[in-house]
């Protein structure tokens, strides 16, 4: 891996860059998780439903796929590149800072859409710098960098947690319902369908009245901390660009070529010939850069079924396992303060935080298993264990503490499928196809459409069904997975892949890990 004192050197001299692409990865990490804890709050801000307010998930995860595949626009010169992550780490800024003031849910899915983008330019613009700078060296600054997406997310449920609302955000009056006390929403599960609408329009003909004792606009303060907090990720991106003599005020010394990457190169004399050797998947300018390249080659000619086979299914299975870790991130909180278990509102923030707590730990323990253990061997544990982990939350269901518990297996559970799943695909390929393109597409989509979905039948049903849900998921995720097992078995040029091979497999499939 060059882990010899060669890497530190490098890190040495690209220590600015290296620094101000970690901390756009923090801007990611606090926007994906803030959603989760704060949604009661928006819905009570926007006086909507859990269906409508689910749209706001949607718009963010459609927007968030979009803003990847026009990353790939900023990939030319290093100004383009930085100019994006400046922009999208500002416009991460504008959005916690709008955030208190949209009191519809369209416009806070429009918003949230503008987010999304960001992230998404982030996502592919942060990692494609790094992997130029460090190229075969590059996996170990790439599971920090995934590091701080995971400090992100968990650091925005603990801002929010102390100013979330308590009581009913909305004042009370003579409503049907008005005896359910702080947990507004569950007259939607108790009095059904018709009396729900009617609580809907209750809702819209309350929103013209004032907020008892400022409920419902004290979490207003968390975004604007978090806008605050996010704010220095800017000016670090600003710092880098005058000190690349990039800004309009700086005379430019050179052309747009990264100074780091000149010391890099200076510092491996034979690092293009190892690029040239690698398989064409992990050179540094394809796959990631361009979402739909890989569908414009022609090597798919004469290929057996097993092969479109095998991307479809290992799609699946992230479909069902990141779209999980979704759906379970956005509604966990939601579940918590309903009925059965009725926790406190403040008590339930910690719940997202601890699940991106246990996925970031995960991240970081999977780093010397997956050297010892097999990828295939790591999914089939890991979908198991979320199965498992679901029957005992829907066995125990009128547990808090097993409802804290099963949250932080679920994190760790959750937190090595995508890298591992990827792994075993390429391993499977040989390094051919579109696996990388295809499985990222397919976890992208699972987010955002797992997350709309529960969302609806969470409304329709109540909250017992997000754990049905769950289970649900993670079997599909299991049958999935076996369906792969099968077509590995079916698929001609069944050898292993060198080690060299795999090690530089996961080297390269840590950037798109979220």
């Not at 100004?79 to 949209?102: D, G, R």
């Not at 460090?134 to 599971?143: G, M, N, R, V």
């Not at 707590?357 to 991240?363: A, C, P, Q, V, Y």
């Amino acid at each position: 891996m060059g882990c010899d004192g060669r890497v530190p050197g490098l890190l040495r001299r690209n220590l600015q860059p290296t620094l101000t692409y970690w901390s756009v990865f923090f801007s990611f990490g606090l926007c994906i998780a803030f959603l989760g804890p704060t949604l009661l709050d928006l819905r009570c801000q926007t006086h909507s439903s859990l269906p409508q307010i689910s749209w706001v998930f949607f718009s963010q995860q459609l927007c968030l796929l979009l803003g990847s595949a026009l990353g790939g626009v900023f990939k030319r010169t290093l100004a383009q590149s930085l100019w994006a992550l400046f922009t999208s780490s500002l416009a991460i800024s504008l959005v916690f800072a709008v955030i208190p003031f949209c009191r519809d849910v369209t416009v806070l899915a429009s918003v949230m859409a503008l987010a999304g983008l960001a992230m998404g330019c982030i996502d592919t613009v942060a990692n494609m710098q790094l992997v130029r700078i460090y190229q075969k060296d590059s996996a170990i600054f790439l599971q920090v960098l995934h590091f701080f997406v995971g400090f992100g997310a968990l650091l925005s449920p603990l801002i929010a947690d102390p100013f979330l609302s308590e009581a009913n955000c909305l004042p009370a009056n003579g409503t049907a319902n008005s005896t359910s006390g702080s947990h507004l929403f569950h007259a939607s599960r108790v009095l059904g369908q018709h009396h729900a609408e009617a609580w809907r329009w209750s809702n819209q003909s309350l929103s013209k009245l004032p907020p008892q004792d400022g409920a419902g606009t004290r979490v207003s303060y968390a975004f604007w901390i978090m806008a605050l907090i996010n704010l220095p990720v800017p000016l670090a991106v600003l710092f880098l660009l005058s000190k690349e003599r990039l800004l309009a005020c700086c005379p430019q010394r050179r052309p747009l070529l990264l100074s780091a990457d000149e010391l890099a190169l200076e510092t491996q004399p034979p690092e293009k010939e190892d690029a040239s050797s690698l398989p064409p998947k992990f050179q540094p300018h394809p796959g990631h850069e361009d979402l739909f390249s890989c569908c414009q080659r022609k090597n798919f000619k004469g290929a057996p079924y097993s092969f479109f086979a095998i991307h479809i299914t290992a799609a699946l299975v992230l479909f069902m396992t990141d779209g999980m870790t979704g759906e379970y991130s956005a509604f966990v909180y939601s579940y918590a303060v309903e009925k059965p278990l009725s926790v406190g509102h403040k008590v339930a923030g910690y719940l997202p935080s601890l699940f991106w707590g246990f996925i970031t730990l995960g991240r970081l323990i999977s780093i010397p298993i997956s050297s010892k253990v097999k990828p295939a061997t790591m999914v089939f544990i890991n979908v198991v264990g979320v199965v498992v982990t679901f029957l005992v939350l829907l066995v125990f269901s009128y547990n808090v503490a097993f409802l804290f518990v099963g949250t932080a297996s679920l994190g760790l559970f959750l937190s090595s499928t995508f890298p591992s799943m990827l792994a075993y695909t390429e391993d499977i390929l040989q390094y051919k196809g579109c696996a990388t393109t295809v499985l990222v597409t397919g976890a992208g989509i699972g987010e955002m459409v797992l997350q709309m979905l529960v969302g609806s039948i969470f409304q329709a049903q109540g909250s017992y069904s997000f754990l049905v849900c769950g289970v649900i998921f993670g079997c599909l995720a299991f049958t999935f997975y076996i369906l792969l097992l099968f077509f590995h078995r079916m698929h001609p040029g069944l050898s292993s892949v060198p080690t060299q091979d795999k090690a530089l497999g996961i080297e390269s499939l840590e950037c798109y890990q979220r």
